[in-house]
């Protein structure tokens, strides 16, 4: 029986999701970033150290305590998202969409005939979720166009009407990048340009009846970007907290 | 040219070096340990997922910025020692060292011959120290015996005692199982006994001239032991960190 | 919650737990297996292609369906099945016990003092397991010594009394070698010798009030096995099933 | 010296070669299944847990007692096709092969020029193969394009007739799919249109002089495609025969 | 703090770097080729038995002695060449430039907005190099196209165009190929039209402003093309070197 | 049909078998290895970078020339003999062997009961060497015990009069040390006292009719040696041949 709490929580009328990125390759980190308390799990294989082998061992320490596993692919290849698919991710976020033609092949790979193209060969999602796994997946599976290029902020309307995408998501650093106002931080604070294109970005979405996903620095961003709209958002990294709290602790120590 | 971080600092009068132990098995983990400020490194083969490939991997990150990597081994096997030592390890930790005997095979194990019995063979710390790594080490490396159970307790003075022995170190959460204190977590508010434990390695390893370590839950316990007399200290682990800055994370992005 | 079902099995008047041995270093292929139906799974270190680091592997993958997870060490040595435990397994099986002192060793390192000498540190089956984790454990493992050497034969009296023992298993085929009866297959009709050892150490058990489990070539032993009093048995392995199937379909493949 | 038995066998007049599917990761199972008796084993990068590393693991098992190593690629990209060839891989299917285009960069990424377009670096295929590699490998290589679409059913006789096809493949699970008939398991008995399918396509192939494989579900069915015309077959998968075997295992150890 | 060994030298008026490639996946391997004295390495991705995750565990050995760590992925796709740099690569050389267009999608990737459209996220280049790597690396990294092709010969004045190309290295054996010689063993003695050509690449590419390298069989062979203008050169690799003496030591060993 | 080329070629009258030792943790080195002509390649899980999984690994690309796989354990273990058997290994060889308990120890983990006590399971040599793998075994592998501490030499004629015992080793660097003559670099040109024992050495094992072998720092050294009646040799290793070849490579195209 499979259950996206991503895709439930998004489905609530004023829920809001709450996940991160994993950016190891220690599937144990994954395990206990699982047991963490996140409704969901964004593997990064696109700038994490994870790699199609290493994905397969993360997915295997997520779920135990209901949280979604979710697979960022490195690019918008059909190989990759059928891939992350049949190893058990339960929605994939495809990065750096620029139309929606790139929207239309992640749909496409997301879904078996007559919906999409995704090839049959579940080898872990088939034994993990059981029997029902076929017949259910593709009501489960969550399709996640990333916007973060001006390209694609320029599409957006028409990303956003592509036939199966079911939510989209903001990176705020290349987006800050792509509207040429160099490394921001990704957080809206740093540039009014910025500010300006994640809200427009988000009541986009809504009138479009997409749920609109971002990236965030910190908590207090995701309650912000909660407030302007979004339904779903990662915030940091397992990395990145582990990094930040070493440094904190070191500095501690030492009285410093 | 071998700088061994860790040595130096406990070789001055009023040095204390600090460190944390790497439980996870990602090598790029360990490169972001590397980089947050650390005096010592200590890779976990006894309770972290780590295991002698693994352990390889992780000390290729480690020294870039100055930190000292030390390797914990699975338990007091010369074999397990001598290997951490041809990969790169300066320095190894043995756990569960309950008489003097346990501290001999350790302290043999770390010197080559007259000093010891580490047999020849330094694969990676050859290329990686360089040419002078044959003369250097044995003045280098360090000799940890762990002190965590009511036998080593017992025996503390002639552990202290055995030649070659650079420094012990205490593990609290299993001297207070071996006190018969139940899991007190390992801090020393926990229960008087533990605390009075503590306090006695202290001064006893300080009697016999020896640096005493110690593992703490947190930057204050790591200040508080300084001022026992500990002369280096490790503070939690990658993994603790940042299982419980996530968990932070996800409730305060609730609003929890 | 722990619920070690070969534990709860075992605990049954007339309980009869169906496992088999993982021998692959496959955590899919272990998925698979976890699906399959058995009521627990042995990783088996000793003779698969297993080890500390693919054991970790394969655990991630076990008891999603309620199979308990169970690992053959290489040899009784505490590290190993200490390491077994903190990543997860819920009992371990010693190989080649020969005696009393052996068996000791065995259930000295599969508890917590003061029922015996674990080193703290769980550091996947913390979180996998959640909070209860260090308060149940002790009462969920199980520590099964193999009975398959003929010293192990002659001292078993002694070995079925040691404290903290939980069951003893059978190993047919070294058996039969240590009796000197050649390679019988490890099936009691190969030779009347084993079959007599067999039933022995059956009723020798049930009268020390030891669960005694067996390994077993087919389902057929193993009901035969049950009937003898055996509690639980592992029949064939993963690879071992493989194997003879794949044979069998490109036999009939060709119309042979 | 260079014997692809897949590719002498489909060149005699009635041969017929039976394969299966490696989907595992592990090396050793495939060490065991190059033992068990087949022509040729298709190592599954599509749909397996292997990845391009694993791939080179297996391809060192493989080739002992004379079963010829294929790989199937995860998509149809040349510098998939050439890694498998340089790891030792003797042919190649290339999925979801839609059109001739699809065809002509499959075949051209299997020889090298005039012939093709490979770039030359066989790191493992020639100490493995030896110092006649090079003179013999194009003659050797088998380009296998798969019919498991629509489009590809419609464009099969262009794709037929792309010069250096060697073989094509069908697999029927997504041939159902694609020809909206929904889960179809792979076998003609599901669905007539199925069936016709497979008839019509064995039958072009041969009229073209292109030997044609497909996918069985059991060894029944590959006499019956033999039947057909097809000149070569995979039954099953490695873990398929496998989680198959064992529920039957574990059902029979109780009884049921 | 980022210096870049290769780019330094052949930014000097008379510099020639000397590197090799690395197609081993072992580090410790990488570790002591780190150590041999090259300006650079060049981590094989194309035709080495090395993928993304064995690149990072690679790159973690480059670097500790001064030598600047390159990567050739295995095709000219951005995804590969961003991860390469994310994961700490100074430089990328991509296969098989046959036109400009493919020299701008490589050099578009080297670079972050707003001079290419390199995605945010140095996961380990951040901590490895420090703080100013955002600011720094645009300047340090290496776009290189290989020309390799007759195709690419064709266009190569349109290649070196390409805003943003720092170098062009030329593949010897793979243009022999591509120029109808055969297997020429990459050597310019091997044919005089491959003479020619490296000689017309070299004029060209000085012409140009650009710097050439190449890949050499040995060092008497990367002395003469150094006299040609080429400024950089690899000469063999790790597994070719060690071959080559593994083979006279045997033979000298018996006698021979 | 198991064929021991070391045992064979040490079998004959005057017959000296040429090795060396496997450092590196690349199955693919090991390949290249397995073709460039020796007679056995010694896989060095002491010293080189190398565990059970990945000796299992290398095990898979020996022997497909004719080579014999043999493995140095990394302590004398019955558990590591085992497991390097039970993976394919034909002979086992143990360092640091002190005295003749020692050499017991190894003898009986090499061969099955009633000749030792080696446990039944060989999971790989079974499918790779075929049925006759059991019967054939115990009279092919090969038992070598190493002689390379004092108290080795000491014990010697002991140890050469272990049951089982097939071959000795000399480990000359470890000799020297254990000899209090430092650093040798295990020459025996180095020292007087170490050419005298490894002469006395070889002169000892003939009278006791066990071939010696030992390790060699070139081919010169290993002709030497065969002139005092040593039967076979390890010329250096793979990553020490390379990492020579490399440094003179980077200094001719220098034209230093
Ligand atoms: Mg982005
Ligand atoms: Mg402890
Ligand atoms: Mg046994
Ligand atoms: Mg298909
Ligand atoms: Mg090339
Ligand atoms: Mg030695």
């Known amino acids: 029986m499979i259950d996206n709490r991503l895709r439930r ?12 990125f994993l950016m190891s390759d220690s599937a144990t980190s994954a395990a206990m970033m699982d047991a963490a308390g996140y409704d969901f799990l964004a593997i990064d294989r696109q700038h994490g ?21 979710i697979v960022r692919v490195p690019a918008n290849r059909p190989e990759d998202t059928m891939r992350a698919l049949d190893h058990g991710a339960l929605g994939v976020i495809a990065p750096l969409i620029d139309d929606a033609a790139g929207a239309a092949i ?54 956003l009407a592509t036939p199966g995408l079911d939510a989209i998501f903001v990176g705020p650093n290349d987006l800050g990048l792509g509207l040429r106002l160099g490394f921001t931080g990704g957080h809206p604070d740093a540039d009014p340009a910025l500010a300006e294109a994640i809200t427009a970005i988000a009541t986009r979405a809504k009138g479009a009846g997409i749920a609109a996903g971002i990236h965030c620095t ?39």
């Open 9 to 20: 929580i998004i489905a609530e009328a004023d829920g809001f999701a709450v996940g991160t």
């Open 49 to 69: 150290v994870i790699d199609d082998a290493t994905c397969l061992r993360l997915l295997a320490e997520i779920g135990r305590h209901g949280t979604a596993p």
């Open 106 to 159: 992640l749909t496409a790979a997301c879904r078996f005939p007559p919906h999409g193209g995704r090839s049959f060969g579940p080898v872990r999602a088939g034994p993990v979720y059981g029997r029902g796994y076929l017949k259910a997946i593709d009501a489960q599976v969550l399709a996640i166009a990333m916007i973060e290029t001006r390209a694609g902020l320029d599409a957006l309307d028409a990303i």
């Open 218 to 256: 910190d908590p207090a961003m995701a309650r912000a970007m909660r407030g302007l709209g979004y339904r779903f958002a990662t915030i940091g990294s397992d990395l990145g907290l582990m990094a930040t709290a070493a440094a904190a602790s070191a500095d501690q120590a030492r009285g410093d």
